[in-house]
């Protein structure tokens, strides 16, 4: 979308087409996007995806659009373009409202993207958090910016064990998480997709190019066994830093009387989680196996939807 955002209505409208159903009455969005670099700033954000939402709808024949905020309430265009923290990034919200109503009333969701990872604390049904806007959640460790495909190695990594040495890694966005997902086989080859950090395909001679490009060498210089130990270790940084998270939310879950959570996981980065967590915690629900693979990898909008079902009688319109 940062790309080509004046294309997002027709993209919206075309997915919608696609559809085999075609009788959808009402549109319900909840959205993440608004920090696009194509946007100044959020409040240009919320307002044009909201625009291009309804631009679209109107296309597909939809007459009713309403937009999720972090209140729990539905609200119209007009309403979201005068709520733009509650609007802005909502998912997390959505996803959690509808996990501790419909699926697990005590628990941990662990909701990891292509971005980012939300870390959500849920007790007796309701969201354990006073934090709304990005910032917050940051600062409450809530969300980490870490995801499965786009976090930039070097974020991760200030050096690795090369060869018994320890060798720093190049700041620079050479290589991503997804190429050592793809060298470990979290990630399957998709040779046709060139949305990488070097425009090159997602297979695993590019994907090795680019991790040996991190310590300045080339893949000819590098041998399988030692890129597969390079990825591991970039795969080890990265749950240690979802291990410091989920510490904090434990303690969270703790302070409410919840001491042994449900891990919900959810998205399609899964593996970025350690098994020492999933293991310690004894309960783990993968919302793949609840919703399917596809619903699952995009839940927040499976989640907006049922809410719009359920909270029809505090929807403002």
Avoid at 77 to 90: H, K, L, N, P, T
Avoid at 169 to 180: C, G, H, K, Q
Avoid at 267 to 284: A, I, M, V
């Amino acid at each position: 979308m940062w790309r080509h955002p004046e294309r997002l209505a027709n993209q919206l409208a075309n997915d919608w087409q696609s559809f085999e159903r075609h009788d959808i009455e009402t549109l319900a969005v909840t959205m993440t996007g608004e920090l696009a670099d194509c946007f100044a700033d959020r409040r240009e954000g919320v307002d044009h995806i909201a625009t291009h939402a309804v631009q679209a709808a109107k296309r597909c024949g939809i007459g009713r659009v309403v937009f999720y905020s972090t209140s729990g309430r539905l609200l119209n265009a007009r309403q979201a373009s005068r709520d733009i923290q509650g609007v802005a990034a909502a998912n997390w919200h959505a996803l959690a409202s509808a996990v501790g109503q419909w699926i697990v009333s005590d628990a941990i969701l662990i909701d990891i993207g292509s971005t980012t990872t939300d870390v959500i604390s849920i007790a007796d049904g309701r969201i354990i958090t006073a934090s709304r806007t990005d910032h917050q959640r940051l600062a409450d460790r809530s969300l980490l910016y870490l995801g499965c495909r786009r976090t930039p190695i070097c974020s991760l990594l200030d050096e690795i064990n090369w060869r018994g040495k320890k060798v720093p890694l190049m700041r620079e966005v050479f290589a991503t998480i997804d190429d050592a997902r793809l060298i470990a086989g979290f990630q399957p080859a998709v040779a046709n997709d060139c949305e990488t950090a070097d425009g090159r395909p997602r297979d695993l001679p590019s994907a090795s190019r680019r991790l040996a490009r991190m310590i300045g060498l080339d893949i000819d210089e590098c041998s399988p066994a030692e890129l597969s130990d390079f990825a591991a270790q970039i795969l080890a940084a990265a749950g240690q830093h979802l291990h410091l998270a989920l510490r904090v939310t434990r303690q969270r879950l703790a302070d409410h009387g919840v001491a042994d959570p449900t891990f919900v996981l959810s998205g399609h980065g899964q593996e970025l989680l350690p098994r020492s967590e999933t293991d310690r915690s004894g309960h783990t629900l993968d919302l793949r196996q609840v919703l399917g693979a596809e619903i699952s990898r995009c839940a927040p909008a499976w989640a907006v939807a049922r809410l719009a079902d359920g909270i029809g009688s505090r929807t403002t319109v």
